[in-house]
T-cell receptor, first 112, second 113 residues
Framework: DTAVSQTPKYLVTQMGNDKSIKCEQN?????MYWYKQDSKKFLKIMFS???????INETVPNRFSPKSPDKAHLNLHINSLELGDSAVYFC???????????FGEGSWLTVV | SQQGEEDPQALSIQEGENATMNCSYK?????LQWYRQNSGRGLVHLIL?????REKHSGRLRVTLDTSKKSSSLLITASRAADTASYFC?????????????FGQGTRLTINP
């Protein structure tokens, strides 16, 4: 049973392209997140949504636009991809914004 | 800026030995959590310790928290090859309704058979 699932797992694309990563959770959580993990394994929050409402936006470039059509989904769209966007992007969810966070398996984005 | 710093960045021990990883943080917290990440996988929650707790156990895991020193440690006893992974501490803080989990850079643990 997949708790937090995100697609695609691997994505290789050229600079300047636009791409999306989709995320769905079946845990009944009301809070969802996007985290970015760089090549040095540093994991940083990008966005947090609670009940489809944006709660946290960590000064992420506006080329990154999250969209939450409902509580169970939080998609990430990235415009005009740059080399520095290459990273692993993790979707996650939690109940009521706190305590234990459940992570997806990650989406490996490589911009060439 | 990054909240937590972990020490050591990498640790290699023999199977059966104990592994200790340390984490320091900078601001006040509600709780501190430890996560494990196997290579190529997502993070898995291991244990949570609240700011008013000093020690917590879960199986072979023992976590301590010293809020006066803003530090925590994770001890894995009787290590196994399957414990090989990266371990991250994360602190939960911020205002109610907009709390966020801030991660350290992790400790890469290798258990040699």
């Amino acid at each position: 049973d997949t708790a937090v699932s995100q697609t695609p797992k691997y994505l290789v694309t050229q600079m300047g392209n636009d791409k999306s990563i989709k995320c769905e959770q079946n845990l009944g959580h009301d809070t969802m997140y996007w985290y970015k993990q760089d090549s040095k394994k540093f994991l940083k929050i990008m966005f947090s949504y609670n009940n489809k409402e944006l709660i946290i936006n960590e000064t992420v470039p506006n080329r990154f636009s999250p969209k939450s059509p409902d509580k169970a989904h939080l998609n990430l769209h990235i415009n005009s991809l740059e080399l520095g966007d290459s990273a692993v992007y993790f979707c996650a969810s939690s109940h009521n914004g706190g305590n234990t966070i459940y992570f997806g398996e990650g989406s490996w984005l490589t911009v060439v | 800026s990054q909240q937590g710093e972990e020490d050591p960045q990498a640790l290699s021990i023999q199977e059966g030995e104990n592994a200790t990883m340390n984490c320091s943080y900078k601001t006040s917290i509600n709780n501190l959590q430890w996560y494990r990440q196997n290579s190529g996988r997502g993070l898995v929650h291991l244990i949570l310790i609240r700011s008013n707790e000093r020690e917590k156990h879960s199986g072979r895991l023992r976590v301590t928290l010293d809020t006066s020193k803003k530090s925590s440690s994770l001890l894995i006893t009787a290590s196994r090859a399957a414990d090989t992974a990266s371990y991250f501490c994360a602190t939960l803080g911020g205002v109610q309704g907009a709390q966020k989990l801030v991660f350290g850079q992790g400790t890469r643990l290798t258990i040699n058979p």
